[in-house]
């Protein structure tokens, strides 16, 4: 075993980590600890942009932004924070273009920005061109840009070391377990701060547009020493994912004017959103589409519907919705424009599905993409500790693992980008602040056992249960039952099989019983976070007897202020019992209405 | 159908050398490789090992040799291949850790000798530096690079000798050389000048047909050796 010492350690290295990390180095000794070399993070897969309102294109407001985010939340963000992250907004994406990052351009030179669902001009209503992009690699460029400015600035980094848990001394963070991949042994990074970044958890889900490696390390960790885990009920289903496979068709293909079509060739977001129809927010987009599949109008009667992006149906549409270019003549757009703003997708169109997206529509249906809730944490990116807002010295989270909440029950396009930079920044100027006036803790002699004893747990099982078999019974039962639609009955079937997955885990047998690069073994490991996340998410629904944002239930169609506009807070007890909270929603300007597109 | 997959193994606490495994699995054409690997790790055997992590072809981590080219194991479908005989090997020119994972140290190594993030001393503006729809054109095709490695460890010059910078690294360097708010660009040309830089190249075009992500490499190697040879960047 071996022990490190630094002021600050980072566990993650998308942008969240990546951006706390450059700020903490600034003042204190950083150490980066990542189980993916940094590049490989799944902040590079985010395609569509980086919300800011920078007005390059027209006319708009941080304001407008704000209440934009606070509408999209469906009321449950935290309008402190969602007003600071917009505020923030305009200069921190200058910083990232004065990092070098290669935004696309205006032809006057300046950063190129596109529509995106549930942005607006809030005095006509119509969708607001916000979304600071680079063609549709916008998260590639963040993730390299801050990657390339922590090799210019010497940051240390520990690549492929996986996290494993918590140290935590006298209600404090104290530091790191973590299991350096390549060799198996166990290193034990003793800190003063300890930052989460350790992203989302969609790998819970069936159909999902994460990478294979977003299994809530973090954040099951955080619930496992005792923690509460917030707005778990709260999870993403982006409207476009390709059919059965789940890779990402961005938000921003509608941007520049593809449009969801049914097998009766209708363009039936008319009628869910009549004002902004395909560019309505998230949650009410693929609601529509589930409707539409219900009712019989998936393509050939089957379980997706079209994304049209050809050119001539973008047109026709463009024309029927009086759209205009910035200087106001009408919108036109050539294949060749659409090959240069949607490279990427059109690749994944003809790699994957072997079709041309600019000569054919694209079969779509939702994927389990983004948890609005996690580590709840306050605008410093502090750890909470419970319903009073008490902050857990030392321990700070950003990133999609963390709830701060800015997203509330229904994040908008383009705001996670923002908040992994936004907040990454705030963890990591105060945690390096906070390591300026702390001391080390003392490391406890037992620091690693509890790490050492759960990978000794599946290395030792007896049984004959396969990952792989547990894995899929869990992301089909989550999809079918805690998915777009909710009902007390499907969901209290959901928690019953994961309780019974979850027994089933302590019977998991593993082949690879070495040492170097075992990746079974912590497949196995990430398996057991992902359960506890699933059972935590599922109670933490079914509680909930009111449909808000992404959590929509058919049992109880209504938002209901009255009872439910609060954050929910789980803590999962060592017994295995999952205690519910519940906070007050920050309501500083905007007082909840009825949420129409 | 049904498709058989030659595994290349080794795994350095059980075995002396290398060997090769053999598994059949059940397959759509429209599979990925990658996902003939799940397979076989979660249903035949759970000690084969590789990278993963995006599973589309934009995170970088599981290049290997597929019936002898680079790419990615996830954005080669069963059917791109025209067989159902598929042999899977990591890739050549770094060590193997085990099985398909290779360490790739000595190719960030090369990356990170070529100052590959953005240099420019002048106090930034208020709001952002201006670069023209075209001056952003004319190094758009390297920035699309994911460090997968593929180029570099397809090329002859670097199994020859492994101190050579190799593709990746340019195509890193040409990303800032030709980017308009860069002021690197001398700094980055000589180090490329060097006897293990561009140089080296014999455009044998290898790396531009790995390149998972159509990088031009071999046109951008060539664009940073002109810039070497004329001074000028234009
Ligand atoms: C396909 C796709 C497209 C998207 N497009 C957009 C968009 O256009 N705009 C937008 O705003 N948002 C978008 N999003 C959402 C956004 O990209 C993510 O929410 C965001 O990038 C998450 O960043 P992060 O830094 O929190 O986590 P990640 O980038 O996921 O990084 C997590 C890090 O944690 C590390 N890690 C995890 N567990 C451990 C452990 N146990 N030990 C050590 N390290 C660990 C990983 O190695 C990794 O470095 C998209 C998401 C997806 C999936
Ligand atoms: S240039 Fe292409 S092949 Fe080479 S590392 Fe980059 S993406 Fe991979
Ligand atoms: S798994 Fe990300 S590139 Fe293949």
Redesign the pocket.
């Given at each position: 075993m071996k022990t490190h010492q630094y002021d600050v350690v980072v566990?993650?290295?998308?942008?969240?980590?990546?951006?706390a990390a450059l700020y903490a180095s600034q003042r204190a000794r950083t150490a980066v600890?990542?189980?993916?070399?940094?590049t490989?993070?799944?902040?590079?897969?985010?395609?569509?942009?980086?919300?800011a309102a920078l007005g390059n294109m027209e006319e708009d407001h941080p304001e407008w932004h704000t209440y934009d985010t606070v509408k999209g939340s469906d009321y449950l963000g935290d309008q402190d924070a969602i007003e600071f992250m917009c505020y923030q907004a305009p200069d921190i994406v200058y910083e990232l273009e004065h990092m070098g990052l290669p935004f696309s351009r205006t032809p006057e030179g300046l950063i190129a920005q596109r529509p995106?669902g549930g942005h607006t001009n809030n005095i006509t209503g119509k969708p607001v061109r916000r979304?600071c992009?680079a063609a549709d690699r916008?998260?590639h460029m963040?993730?390299q840009t801050l990657y390339q400015q922590g090799i210019k600035h010497g940051l240390t980094f520990y690549d492929e070391?996986?996290?494993?848990d918590l140290i935590m001394v006298n209600g404090k963070a104290a530091g790191v377990v973590?299991l350096e991949i390549a060799t198996g042994e166990i290193h034990i990074f003793h800190a003063k701060a300890v930052i989460l970044?350790?992203?989302?958890w969609?790998r819970v889900w069936e159909i999902?547009?994460?990478?294979f490696?977003?299994?809530?390390?973090?954040a099951a960790?955080v619930l496992r020493k005792g923690l509460p885990l917030e707005d778990m009920e709260f999870y993403q289903f982006?409207p476009t994912g390709i059919y059965k496979l789940g890779?990402?068709i961005?938000?921003?293909v509608r941007g520049e004017g593809g449009v969801l079509i049914n097998d009766k060739g209708e363009r039936f977001m008319e009628r869910y959103a009549p004002t902004v129809k395909d560019l309505a927010s998230r949650d009410v987009v693929s609601r529509a589409i589930y409707i539409e599949i219900r009712e019989g109008r998936g393509i050939n009667g089957q379980r997706y519907v079209y994304l049209d992006v050809r050119p001539e149906t973008v047109n026709k549409y463009a024309a029927i919705d009086g759209r205009t270019r910035p200087d106001g003549s009408p919108y036109v757009v050539t294949a060749e424009e659409l090959l240069a703003k949607l490279p990427d997708i059109i690749d994944f169109c003809r790699t994957y599905l072997g079709i041309d997206p600019v000569t054919e529509p694209i079969p779509v249906q939702p994927t389990a993409?983004?948890?609005m809730g996690g580590i709840p944490t306050n605008i410093k990116a502090e750890v909470l500790a419970d319903e009073k807002g008490t902050v857990v010295p030392g321990l700070y989270a950003?990133?999609?693992?963390?709830c701060v909440s800015v997203h509330g029950a229904n994040?908008l396009?383009?705001?996670?980008?923002?908040?992994?930079v936004v907040f990454?920044k705030q963890a990591g100027i105060h945690a390096a602040e906070y390591a300026e006036g702390a001391d080390f803790e003392p490391l406890p002699d037992d620091a690693a056992d509890f790490a050492r004893a759960q990978l000794e747990a599946i290395l030792n099982s007896q049984g004959s249960e396969r990952i792989a078999d547990i894995a899929t019974e869990m992301k089909r039962v989550m999809m079918d039952h805690v998915g777009v639609f909710r009902t007390a009955e499907g969901m209290q079937q959901a928690l019953d099989k994961i309780r019974e997955l979850k027994a089933r885990f302590k019977y998991i047998h593993i082949d690879d019983r070495g040492k170097t690069f075992n990746t079974e073994l912590l497949s196995a490991w990430?398996l057991g976070n992902l359960l506890d996340l699933a059972e935590v998410t599922t109670i933490s629904a079914l509680a909930r007897t009111e449909s808000r944002g992404a959590h929509s239930r058919e049992d109880y169609p209504k938002r209901d202020d009255e009872n439910w506009l609060k954050h929910t807070l789980a803590w999962m007890h060592p017994d295995g019992q999952v205690e519910l909270r519940y906070k007050p929603v920050v309501i500083t300007k905007y007082q909840p209405k009825e949420r129409v597109y | 159908m049904q498709v058989t997959l030659k595994i290349f193994r080794y795994n350095p606490e059980t075995d002396k050398k290398p060997h090769y495994e053999t598994y059949t699995v059940e397959a759509e054409p429209t599979d990925r490789v990658l996902d003939l690997l799940e397979k076989v790790k979660g249903e035949q055997d759970g000690t084969l090992t590789f990278r993963r992590s995006?599973a589309h072809g934009v995170c970088g981590s599981d290049a290997m040799r597929i019936n002898g080219v680079n790419r990615l194991a996830c954005k080669v479908l069963v059917q791109d291949l025209g067989t159902n005989r598929i042999t899977v090997e990591p890739l050549l020119g770094l060590p193997t850790i085990k099985d398909l994972v290779v360490d790739m140290e000595p190719f960030f190594e090369h990356y990170r000798s070529v100052k590959p993030y953005f240099i420019n001393n002048d106090p930034p503006p208020k709001k952002e530096r201006l670069q023209s729809p075209e001056e952003r054109a004319r190094f758009d095709d390297t920035t699309k690079c994911i460090l997968c490695g593929a180029c570099t460890t397809s090329c002859p010059s670097f199994w020859l000798d492994d101190q050579y910078v190799g593709p990746a690294a340019i195509v890193n360097a040409h990303r800032f050389i030709f980017d308009s708010r860069d002021q690197g660009a001398e700094e980055r040309l000589k180090i490329l000048a060097d006897q293990f830089g561009v140089f080296r190249c014999h455009t044998i075009f290898n790396c531009t047909l790995a390149c998972p992500r159509e990088i031009q490499i071999t046109r951008a190697i060539g664009e940073v050796r002109k810039a070497i040879a004329t001074g000028r960047l234009d």
């Open positions: 566990v993650g290295a998308g942008g969240a980590g990546l951006m600890i990542s189980k993916l070399y940094p490989r993070s799944h902040t590079g897969a985010a395609q569509g942009g980086i919300g995106f979304a992009y916008t998260g963040i993730l070391f996986q996290m494993l973590a970044a350790t992203g989302g969609g999902t547009s994460n990478a490696t977003l299994t809530g390390d973090g960790i982006h890779i990402l961005t938000e921003g993409h983004y948890a950003a990133g999609e693992t963390a994040r396009g383009t705001n996670s980008l923002l908040d992994i990454g990430e | 995006c």
